[in-house]
DNA sequence: CAGAGCATGTAAGAGGTTACATGATTAC
DNA sequence: GTAATCATGTAACCTCTTACATGCTCTG
């Protein structure tokens, strides 16, 4: 159910075709949401027959045709209600902890090379964050209300970022000193 | 597919049968890796079938007979393969963040409240690991191996908690002062 | 003229959720 | 005697992933 508010939140900032969703969904939301085009083009499907959302075809001269889905005043008022409904804690899914719950199988050395990499991969998405951090949010006390939203959700993706690189530098020397 | 190693994890530590395998879901393993009882019988069929498992039969007086899973010498030949394989990226899925990113919809002082419910969920969460960690790990120094490992595995979710806790603590005033 | 990007889709299979079902024992 | 715990399962359904498919345009 959540993807379908997932793309409501895209849509409820601007208009969109099932490709750019589908490219949002590879950057920015796709952060904390990831979805496949597949899943997208038949999640609007059900949100156009429930009249949460509503599509134009636009004819283009020079690309494939597309169509525009733009969320509706129903839509809307469904992404309002949600909002404030209790929110599902998530079901977190980390493998990289399944490793290490069963890491009494393999030496130290192993392990301790899983943690590099792992570190240095979320070393590489702070920066990615950091980046946009800086372009787009230069001056985040003037934002307006909307924006400011969005740049919070940025925030915690770099707070998230740099509690797993802290955790990193905590775990691999405890592996290695043994 | 890593359902099946979260299993495998938890049956190399010790034997369980599917009922106690779900309560260390609901639990320990569960904070990184969710999972109901029907997902856990039915991966445990296809896991006895590939040969990585074994069960026996327990027969109980007292209590329900129930099968006994161990893991086999190949079970734990595929763990060791796994934990060396490139890790897969955490598909993030945050509902709270889906919220928030389309929080433009809704005033700041309805978001706040959404954030203080999730923040309240954070601490209790956070507490719950604490009191893990000072019943089950006095003194993390001492710990051999196998058991420093699932200490770490811990460790993540206590950091995880408190990083949660601290952009809760710098989204709320951020919303509140517009 | 090859490859990347635009744009949308089908199909099969794996993974996950929810509800229903059974039946015994133990604790209050 | 009512609820919780032990113990295992079926069935239906929904969601997600992966692979395959098409065809056009723009860029180098």
């Known amino acids: 159910m959540s993807l379908a508010y997932a793309i409501l939140a895209v849509l409820a900032d601007h208009d969109c075709s099932g490709y750019d969703l589908a490219k949002q969904f590879d950057g920015s939301v796709?952060?904390?949401?990831?979805?496949?085009?597949?899943q997208i083009y038949r999640e609007l499907g059900r949100l156009e027959e429930l009249g949460w959302v509503k599509s134009d075809r636009i004819e283009q001269s020079d690309r494939p045709n597309k169509n525009l889905f733009a969320i509706t005043a129903?839509?809307?008022?469904?992404?309002?209600?949600?909002?404030?409904?209790?929110?599902?804690p998530t079901r977190h899914k980390e493998d990289l902890l399944i490793k290490?719950?069963?890491?009494?199988?393999?030496?130290?050395?192993?392990?301790?090379?899983?943690?590099?990499?792992?570190?240095?991969?979320?070393?590489?998405?702070?920066?990615?964050?950091q980046a946009i951090e800086v372009k787009h949010f230069p001056s985040p006390e003037t934002l307006p209300h909307p924006h400011r939203c969005q740049y919070l959700t940025l925030r915690q993706g770099i707070r998230n970022e740099q509690s797993w690189l802290a955790w990193c530098d905590e775990a691999i020397p405890c592996l290695e000193k043994q």
């Open 100 to 129: 290490l719950f069963a890491g009494g199988l393999v030496p130290a050395e192993q392990l301790v090379r899983v943690l590099q990499r792992e570190r240095e991969r979320h070393l590489q998405q702070l920066k990615t964050y």
């Open 74 to 88: 129903l839509g809307q008022q469904e992404m309002v209600k949600w909002i404030s409904e209790p929110t599902k």
């Open 30 to 38: 796709g952060y904390f949401w990831a979805a496949t085009h597949q």
